[in-house]
């Protein structure tokens, strides 16, 4: 709801390793969990089996190179990957213990369940105002008008974009500049009150001063959602993240504490990931 | 044929000025030992152009000019109380035979004493202007040339020089297109002109009767040349046309776009096609022998008089004719809509036809509404399904079951026969054609500003 810095993330350019302070939260309720997940486009394998489970209000980085599956594996968590008519996905997802690829399983409500927002900013080419309606009007989440503007208000102040466009949120969304967008294109995904939020590079498209605005946001997000992110900087998983996990070739090599992976990596493709041997 | 021997023969020395330039240019760079500014095939080029370009173009100019300047000659040379004693267009019809004794063939009537005088004067005429062109394009030929060439240097900027010439070539041939369109507006605007001399615009534009009578009954037994009745007629075959083909069209091309596996659209997307490469007068007559007496029939069973020949059979065979453009225009658009909008909505939690209605559609609306009108211009541009099927009874009324005339079949009707272009019976036709650009143009206006008004950047 504060838009205000806090003190730990005022600057965006913290150091490797800081992220310290941030795994002190206690974090123990699984809130989504992956077992044995195996995705194939046609018949190469892009992800095999991956085991995660993935803690209720925490901010959980997936870091690896290019092509490694962490965004294909994203992706899987919410069953995006549904819209790719060759990607078949094995093994099994749960979020809240309920088996996410089960048949009677409603794609449409996991998705307001489990929002995502893309690497590129994709604000609709409608209103700004619209832009935050749709999810909720979608789902009927308001009756009146004035319970929707309520959400639009309280979305676009979550994403710290209200001051900026208070006085124009019938103007088009993609009249703003690329960080705003990508905060409204958050504040849509914010607006159906999700439970998880994943997000795919969110910040890749960006300069420095509004990726420093988004990893504020991410932080003060983490107070109510699950948040699930890919980065190609692994500046930005040690600033933000509680945990990290490293993905190569497909597989999940390691995933520990923020702190952890940066510090004292136990395996030594992640050692030379993280220093910069490859990648 | 002598025209093209010509030519030929300029291609020819331009080909040897190329190989002329590309030699010289080697030798300077030789002698002086230095680089030249351009590569030895752009000095081939400019030689070239040098040689040909001025040569070809006092051709153009002279091919345009000589032969009025030589049928002023022989008709001055020709005794002046016989022109005198000639209309204008007996002098032309004079000219004509003339010139065609000139050239060794015969004329219906056999040629008059004064004719082959004149013929024999003229095809002097001709030969002189035929030897004092080969010479004088000799002589510009061998100049360029010459000058060309002694003109290389390793300073002299022939890439440059070439580039420019590009510029102007291409400006040259765009202009042809543009010209053409306005010498056609304007022709058709000079004749429309000549009609409302007789009918006054007001007549035209506002009169609720098409009657315009026959152009021998003679000046006085004037028609009525009412626009009304034939504009409503097209409007109603159009209307007809757009209601088949808009909603048929646009939903063809959302599941070829968004729901169709690949196989099937492999296969689907070039037959709907095909129904755009049918001939209009098989539609035409498909609808005459086809349509028109299924949807009498069937307006029998239920009680509904329906002509075989009606606004309804012409615009339901024009609107199944132009289902392709809306659908295949529409189809590109709709794939052009970034995968990343599709994407935002579905991660919403919004079903597949929530999102193509609500964030798909609106995206590719200009575009679609771009496809909508231009399936309208060709709708009220088409005419042969009309003139077959439409039953040409230029009355207004408002029944589509019963048979209409469209612009476009009048002016098939005006301009068929005799014709004489000092009447308003066969001027009609180009008043009628100037309505039916505008008509067009306007639409086409329309749909370049809805574009452009809601065009939306993906970038």
């Known amino acids: 709801m504060n838009t205000s810095a806090e003190p730990m993330t005022a600057s965006p350019l913290v150091s490797v390793g800081s992220g310290e302070s941030r795994t002190s939260k206690a974090k123990d309720k699984v809130k989504m969990s992956a077992e044995d997940v195996k995705v194939f486009y046609g018949n190469a394998q892009a992800i095999n089996g991956i085991h995660l489970d993935i803690y209720e209000n925490e901010v959980l980085a997936f870091i690896g190179p290019s092509g490694c599956g962490k965004s294909t594996f994203l992706r899987c968590l919410n069953r995006m990957n549904d819209t790719i008519d060759i990607c078949r996905v094995e093994g099994k997802i749960t979020l809240d213990k309920n088996d996410i690829y089960a048949p009677d399983r409603d794609v449409v409500l996991l998705r307001a369940q489990v929002g995502i927002v893309f690497q590129k900013p994709n604000p609709f080419p409608k209103s700004i105002y619209e832009n935050i309606a749709y999810g909720p009007r979608l789902h009927g989440l308001a009756r009146r008008k004035a319970e929707l503007d309520d959400i639009v208000e309280s979305s676009l102040r979550r994403a710290g974009l209200w001051d900026e466009v208070k006085d124009r949120l019938d103007q088009p969304g993609t009249g703003l500049s690329g960080g705003q967008q990508q905060r409204l294109c958050i504040a849509r995904t914010v607006a159906v009150s999700p439970d998880v939020i994943l997000m795919d590079e969110p910040c890749s498209a960006l300069d420095p001063i509004a990726t420093a605005k988004v990893e504020q946001l991410i932080d003060e997000l983490s107070e109510s959602y699950t948040i699930v992110m890919v980065t190609h900087n692994m500046q930005q998983a040690a600033r933000v993240a509680d945990r990290t996990a490293f993905f190569h070739l497909g597989d999940l090599v390691e995933v520990d504490s923020t702190d952890q992976i940066f510090t004292n990596p136990k395996d030594q493709r992640t050692h030379d990931y993280i220093t910069g041997r490859f990648g | ?459």
């Open chain 2, 1 to 459: 044929m002598s025209n093209l021997a010509l030519i030929a023969t300029l291609l020819l020395i331009m080909a040897m000025a190329y190989h002329l330039g590309l030699t010289r240019s080697r030798a300077v760079a030789a002698e002086q030992d230095v680089r030249m500014h351009s590569r030895p095939g752009y000095y081939g080029a400019l030689v070239a152009l040098w040689c040909g370009l001025p040569a070809f173009g006092l051709f153009l100019l002279w091919s345009f000019l000589a032969p009025q300047l030589i049928e002023m000659l022989v008709t001055q040379q020709l005794p002046t109380e016989l022109v005198a004693s000639m209309s204008d267009r007996e002098l032309t019809t004079m000219l004509r035979r003339i010139s065609a004794v000139a050239e060794g063939r015969n004329v219906a009537g056999g040629a008059t004493p004064e004719e082959l005088l004149a013929a024999n004067h003229m095809a002097r005429l001709q030969t002189f202007e035929l030897y004092s062109l080969v010479a004088v394009m000799a002589v510009m030929a061998v100049g360029g040339l010459v000058y060309a060439r002694r003109h290389i240097s390793p300073q002299w900027r022939a890439r440059n020089h070439v580039e420019r010439v590009i510029t102007w070539a291409l400006a040259a041939s765009s202009a042809v297109a543009v010209f053409t369109t306005v010498g056609i507006v304007l022709s058709m605007l000079g004749e429309a002109l000549k009609f409302f001399s007789f009918i006054s615009p007001a007549e035209f534009f506002l009169g609720t009767t098409w009657n315009p009578r026959f152009s021998t009954s003679g000046a006085d037994a004037q028609g009525e040349f009412g626009l009304l009745p034939l504009l409503w007629g097209t409007m109603m075959v159009s209307i007809i046309a757009l209601l088949v083909a808009i909603p048929v069209g646009l939903m063809t091309a959302i599941y070829m776009a968004e729901y169709a596996p690949p196989w099937l659209r492999n296969v689907a997307k070039p037959i709907i096609e095909v129904l755009a490469g049918i001939p209009t007068i098989v539609y035409g007559f498909f609808a005459l022998i086809v349509i028109g007496p299924f949807l009498s029939n069937l307006g029998d069973m239920i009680g509904i008089n329906i002509r075989t020949t009606s606004a309804l059979t012409a615009g339901l065979v024009m609107g199944i004719m132009i289902i392709p453009f809306v659908s295949s225009l529409s189809d590109d658009i709709i794939t052009q809509v970034p995968k990343s909008l599709r994407d935002g909505a579905l991660g919403l939690g919004a079903t597949k036809s929530e999102t193509i209605r609500q964030v798909v559609l609106p995206a590719a609306l200009p575009g679609i509404v771009g496809a909508f009108l231009l399936a309208a211009s060709r709708a009220i541009g088409e005419t042969m399904i009309v003139v077959l099927a439409a039953g040409n009874n230029p009355v207004l009324h408002g029944n589509p079951f019963e048979a209409v005339s469209t612009i476009t079949v009048t002016i098939v009707n005006q301009l068929t026969g005799d014709m004489d272009f000092a009447s308003p019976q066969s001027l009609v036709a180009f008043a009628l054609g100037l309505t039916l650009f505008v008509i067009t143009l306007g639409l086409n206006v329309i749909a370049l500003i809805v574009v452009r008004k809601y065009r939306q950047q993906y970038e």
